[in-house]
């Protein structure tokens, strides 16, 4: 456990999260882009690295596509075991 963890932690994904996310990204070497969709609702953030890229609606989401990449490499897509259905299939009981 590192010193500066004294009690117990918990962490949601909104927008103080952002910049500390492009952090790690820009800290993995992505180098990082945000474009603004037309209509100026969205924002799409892209993560360059070689010829590698990766976009999503936030950079939480962004950083998620990452490490999904970097722990699976192009056999991202793990279906097996369905995580999915059961965690959601417990939400409902």
Excluded: H
């Excluded at 009690?7 to 945000?34: C, F, S």
């Excluded at 690295?49 to 192009?74: C, Q």
């Excluded at 793990?78 to 939400?91: G, R, S």
């Amino acid at each position: 456990m590192s010193a500066w963890r004294i009690t117990a932690m918990g962490l949601i994904a909104a927008g103080n999260t952002y910049n500390p996310t492009l952090l790690v990204l820009r800290e993995k070497g992505y180098r990082l882009q945000a474009t603004t969709m037309t209509d100026g609702a969205e924002t799409l953030w892209t993560a360059y690295r070689g010829e590698d890229s990766f976009s999503a609606y936030s950079p939480p989401e962004l950083l998620g596509i990452v490490v999904l990449w970097e722990t699976f490499g192009p056999n991202w897509n793990q279906q097996k075991p369905n995580l999915l259905d059961e965690l959601l299939d417990a939400a409902t009981e």
